[in-house]
């Protein structure tokens, strides 16, 4: 089956404490992208990835890194949470080229992230 | 970031009902996306948009891109109760894609 996979799907933590938030497809996707939902506002993009060693920052990247060591995998890397980075996350790919044009992009089920 | 203007922010409505909402933009796109996200899960595509004018339907959700590109509607005919979620529209750049703030839609038996 075609999916996305988030780890962990919730996690409550404390301010400083470092925290990888992991996302795998199976997709063969070349497009991979992170996403925060905050209420009122939508969401709104972290960071991207083009291909493998390609990354870019989205609208708030600040307080993020991440990394494309390879195609499947997309780690969202906290290295110094703060209680403002308290939200909804989503990673999300598609196949590659435009990574819109007929070629949807796949959700997963998010990981809701408190940090204390 | 770009900013999208989604109305409205919320609607509660009998089933049966037909829904509007729409999204604007102070700029122009040349892909517009509706998704929806149920409760506790990661929005899915419901419908893409690539052409100005163009209108599109799937299912009983009819959607149409603007001709000025700057905006977009979602009409969903007969609603069902399955139809409760947060409907987002959203743009895409180049390597990037913007979302609305999101309409969320209530349906009553």
């Known amino acids: 089956e075609a999916q996305v996979t988030q780890n962990p799907r919730y996690l409550i933590t404390v301010t400083g404490k470092k925290l990888t938030v992991t996302c795998s497809q199976n997709?063969?996707?070349?497009?991979m992208s992170w996403y925060r939902q905050d209420p009122g506002l939508g969401l709104r993009q972290i960071y991207y990835s083009m291909n493998v060693e390609v990354t870019d920052k989205g609208d708030v990247p600040e307080g993020y890194k991440v990394s494309r060591k390879e195609k499947r995998n997309f780690p969202l890397i906290l290295e110094s949470p703060s209680p403002n980075q308290t939200s909804l996350y989503f990673c999300?790919?598609?196949?590659?080229?435009?990574?819109?044009?007929?070629?949807?992009?796949?959700f997963g089920d998010g990981t809701r992230l408190s940090i204390l | 970031g770009q900013q999208l203007n989604q109305s409205p922010q919320s609607m509660f409505i009998q089933e049966g009902e037909d829904v509007s909402m729409n999204c604007t933009s102070s700029s122009i796109f040349n892909t517009w996306l509706w998704y929806k996200q149920d409760p506790g899960e990661g929005p899915v595509l419901l419908i893409a948009?690539?052409?100005?004018?163009e209108l599109t339907s799937n299912g009983r959700l009819t959607a149409q891109f603007g001709i000025t590109r700057k905006d977009s509607f979602l009409n969903i005919s007969a609603s069902i109760p399955s139809d409760v979620g947060i409907y987002f529209c959203a743009v895409s750049g180049y390597s990037t894609l913007t979302f609305g703030k999101g309409t969320m839609l209530l349906v009553s038996p």
């Open positions: 997709m063969n996707h070349e497009y």
């Open positions: 999300a790919s598609s196949l590659g080229g435009h990574p819109f044009s007929n070629q949807p992009q796949h």
């Open positions: 948009l690539y052409k100005a004018g």
